[in-house]
């Protein structure tokens, strides 16, 4: 199935991220993360890849895309990146994933890499304008990322629409978004974005906060703001794991309820952390607020 099929039904379909943790997720550990994510019916599963970017790990991530769409039945968008990639790493894992019958991805910068040679293409926009003319990703429906509160590595928020721009010029279908913890900023950048002439379907990246230290580590790498209400929710529970988990559940499911009743989220994509037990919590949460 095309991932931009699903928005035609008019519904705000959920889909989740699994990711390989450093190269690494056994396929028989893949298997039952995936068992999980299937009671849920996804619209769809997003694939990581890892530290080193495609060359270093695409193989694991078209593996692992197969085993999503071929075993489980459930639609794989495999990630593709390419700020460390060489026009040959990428043809190959494009070759690779398609071999495995995948036929959605999500085009990415992805992150750079201390001390690694540059690839030949420097942003997201770069890479889809390639892919869409190259006859090795013919087929392929192409998605993009984007950023509520503009990419960490940007200068400015202005200038990070202006790239946004520039990737649905080039052929991006869909967009997933960089995670985000208030949903005042997704809806300004929506606002935005629509302005700008951007009128591809998002779909709203949620993360369940877990511990201080996850938090800690995706707010350094990804640039989001904590809110105060979330901020006063790890201080009080920091010492209480269980009540911690509970509080972050509530506001994550809070954060969706809201999206899916504001009509600015086309989709909901939650960075699940390879916890199925979490995705399964928040989904129910969600479904018994609103009904």
Do not use: W
């Amino acid at each position: 199935m095309k991932i931009t099929d699903q928005y035609k039904k008019g519904l705000c379909p959920i889909s989740f991220e699994i990711f390989p943790p450093k190269g690494e997720l056994h396929p028989e550990e893949a298997r039952l993360v995936l068992s999980g994510l299937k009671e849920l019916s996804p619209a769809y599963i997003s694939v990581t890849c890892s530290a080193g970017g495609t060359g270093g790990s695409s193989r694991k991530t078209a593996e692992l895309s197969g085993i999503v769409q071929n075993e489980f039945g459930i639609t794989a968008a495999a990630h593709i990146t390419g700020i460390n990639a060489k026009t040959a790493d990428v043809d190959a894992a494009i070759s690779d994933i398609k071999a495995h019958g995948i036929t959605n991805i999500l085009a990415l910068r992805g992150d750079r890499i201390e001390g690694a040679e540059p690839g030949d293409f420097r942003y997201g926009a770069e890479l889809i304008a390639y892919l869409k003319k190259s006859p090795v990703a013919g087929g392929l429906t192409i998605g993009a990322g984007c950023y509520p509160e503009g990419h960490v590595d940007c200068e400015s928020f202005e200038k990070d629409l202006d790239h946004l721009k520039e990737k649905a010029d080039a052929g991006a279908e869909f967009l997933i978004s960089q995670l985000f913890f208030e949903n005042e900023s997704y809806y300004r950048f929506i606002d935005k974005a629509r302005a700008k002439g951007i009128a591809l379907p998002v779909d709203a990246g949620i993360m369940p906060i877990m511990g201080k230290s996850q938090i800690t580590r995706m707010v350094f790498l990804c640039g989001a703001s904590l809110p105060a209400p979330v901020v006063r929710i790890l201080a009080k529970y920091e010492n209480d794991p269980e009540a911690l988990r509970s509080a972050c559940l509530d506001y994550a499911a809070a954060q969706i309820i809201g999206l899916i009743e504001s009509g600015a989220a086309d989709g909901i994509h939650i960075y699940s952390m390879n916890k199925p037990d979490v995705a399964k919590a928040l989904v129910s949460e969600v479904c018994n607020a609103r009904h």
